[in-house]
């Protein structure tokens, strides 16, 4: 129902996105179940920020998934064993371990975003052209308003410049994969 004052504006805007975001949540998920090989949501989270951070370690990946450090390893225990990730030592300090995606790894986000991509495709096709547009910047606004409001370290940034990843000098390495998880969800 339109607000006074605004036309066309929903009464309770937030109600409006947590509609759509769990629309996208089903929009996402179609069609992900016959992927292979199957993981779970947090596995995935997990592959998404190795991506944003290529070499990350499992601390600075722990911190982004905002879990303990017995969870990560088991996580990553389970991703190496399906052959999507490969723990390595850091060659400067042999007490950390680096993480990085196989081909295999890059292979599966890559096919879920284009699963992902046919289903946001389909709806966006039954939209008039200006509809689009409008959704187009209402996102970039929403993300432009959302910068700078999530837990300390994270930026809602989701630059996919690999210059700027996890090992380069200047780059943001966890806050990327960050962003790139909140992107990718």
Known sequence: MPSPGRPGAHEDPAAALGAAAELLA???AHGQDGAVPAV???QMRALI???GAEGINLRALGAVLGSRPPSVTRLCDRLEALGLLTRSPHPSSRREV???LTPR????LEERRAIRARAF????ARMAPEAVDVLVTGLAAFREAADGLLPAGRSADTSDDPAEGAGSP???GPVRAAARIADSA
């Open 170 to 172: 200047g780059g943001a």
């Open 49 to 51: 920020a190795v991506e």
């Open 40 to 42: 779970s949501p947090s």
């Open 121 to 124: 495709s389909a709806v966006l």
């Open 26 to 28: 089903v929009l996402h």
């Open 98 to 100: 680096e993480l990085r």
């Open 105 to 108: 790894g890059r292979a599966l």
